[in-house]
Each structure stands twice: as C-alpha cells, then as structure tokens.
C-alpha cells in the first residue's frame, strides 16, 4: 500500500513539473512573437510546409468525409422523411466538428510529427546549442516560425477541407441518391448561419496553436539518440491527437 501511494505520488510530481514545463514553454513562445526581428523567411517556409504539402490529404479527406456524411445521414433522414435536411446535417457537421477536428488530426500526422522528430535532430546533433552559442534565439528561430505557422495555416486548411466536403456530400446526395441541387444548397443556407462558420474558425485556430506547441516542445526536449527522437515524435503526435479531441469536447460545449 505504501509503494501504490509512493508511485501515485512521484506520477503525479512528475506530471505537474512536465505541464508547468510546457506552460512556460508556451509562455515564453508568445513573448518571443511579439518581440522583433521576425524571422520572416523561416515563417514562409512553414506556413509553406504546414499548408501546401498537407492540402493533398486534406482535400482527399474532406472528399471522402462528405460523401460519407452524405450518405449515411440520407439513410438516417430517411426513416423519418426529412431527406431535404441532408445539406444542413452534412455542412453544419463539417463546419462546427468533423472539418476543425479532422483536418488538425491530419495536419499533426503528416506536418506535425515532421516538425517534432526536424527540431528532436537538431536538439541531439546539437544545432540547438549552436544557435545560442552564435547568440541565435533557439525559441525565435525554431519554435515561433513554427507556431505562427500553424495559426495561420489551421483555420485555411479547415476552410478548404469543409469547402471540399460540402461538395463532397453534394455529389453523393444529388448524383447518386436523386435529391435535388437546389434542396440541398437551399435548407444549407437556410440552416448555417455566421455563428457555426465562427465556432469552426474558433476551433481551428486553437488547434493549430495546440498542435504546433505541443509538437515544438516535444521536439525540442527529445531525449538523445535515435529512440529519444523517435519516443518524442510519437508522444507529440499521441498528446496533440488527445487534446484535439478534448479541447474540441471543451470548446464546443462552452460555446454552445
């Protein structure tokens, strides 16, 4: 009993040292963004890795998200003769849940990891300390290019993969299940109103700072060698993938 009430209490120590650890991480992150130079060319190229290189697995996600949405919600409006409710169920789900949540899950996948295991490399070949050695700040060079990145690119990508999806579900449930064009994008614009377009865009701009703070600081803080990057790209890609899904569950039901 003794060692059970040892354990819990040496977890929770340690749990409570990493969180402080990564809220001054993040602390110190958004003083460096708006403390200048900006190094604007570094920024570029991550809203350039963050946005161009994932919009393939965005759009093909979207499409497919849509179309299942479509689908399945035309068998379930069915039963209870609202088919004509098809396009609101299939835009209002991919604006305030599935397009924020799906597409930040995607993004921490494929850029994401990529980020963590890129700055994990340079922390154990020791490019990190370089940069403080040639009075470089690590934080404006690595971590701040990369955070401002993900803002900026989260809430783009979400609007092109609800915009993908909606045309999506429009091909399955015109094309292929006979509902009309105009029921579909009329009860739509009856039904989504400004509110849900801002809960969608609330969502993803909390993601990409969730996501790209979580895989800088794992990055950043990898242990050495191989397996220390590796441990660390797997456990920013895990955590960032369960805060999504809590944070979404928070945000969604404080702005209900």
Same mark, same amino acid.
């Given at each position: ?134 009075a470089v700040n690590p934080m404006k060079y690595v971590v701040v290019p ?22 999506? /579900? !429009?091909?399955?449930?015109?094309? =292929?299940? *006979?509902? $009309?064009?105009? %029921? ?7 039904? +989504? ?25 794992? /990055? !950043?803080?990898?242990?050495?060698? =191989?397996? *220390?990057? $590796?441990?660390? %790209? ?7 993938? +369960? ?14």
């Amino acid at each position: 009993m003794i060692a059970f009430i040892k354990f819990i209490g040496r977890y929770t120590i340690e749990l409570l040292i990493f969180l402080g650890r990564m809220f001054i991480f993040l602390v110190d992150s958004i003083y460096h963004i708006f403390t200048p130079p900006l190094k604007f060319r570094n920024f570029l190229r991550q809203v350039r890795f963050f946005g161009n290189k994932s919009m393939i697995v965005v759009v093909f996600t979207g499409a497919f998200s849509g179309m299942v949405l479509a689908l399945q919600g035309y068998h379930a409006l069915n039963k209870f003769g609202s088919e004509a409710l098809l396009g609101p169920v299939v835009a209002l789900s991919l604006i305030r849940e599935l397009g924020p949540v799906l597409c930040a899950l995607m993004v921490t996948g494929r850029a994401g990891s990529a980020v963590t295991a890129e700055i994990g490399i340079m922390r154990i070949t020791e490019q990190i300390d370089a940069l403080t050695v040639m009075a470089v700040n690590p934080m404006k060079y690595v971590v701040v290019p990369n955070i401002l990145a993900g803002i900026v690119t989260f809430p783009l990508l979400t609007a092109v993969f609800d915009v993908v999806g909606i045309y999506g /579900g !429009y091909l399955i449930s015109v094309h =292929a299940l *006979g509902l $009309s064009e105009g %029921t579909y994008f009329s009860q739509m614009e009856l039904h +989504v109103d400004m509110e849900d377009i801002k809960i969608g865009l609330y969502k993803s701009l909390s993601f990409g700072l969730l996501v790209t703070w979580i895989c800088t600081f794992m /990055g !950043y803080n990898a242990g050495y060698g =191989a397996r *220390g990057v $590796s441990r660390a %790209t797997t456990n920013a890609v895990v955590l960032s993938s +369960v805060v999504i899904l809590i944070w979404d569950y928070i945000l969604g039901a404080f702005l209900l």
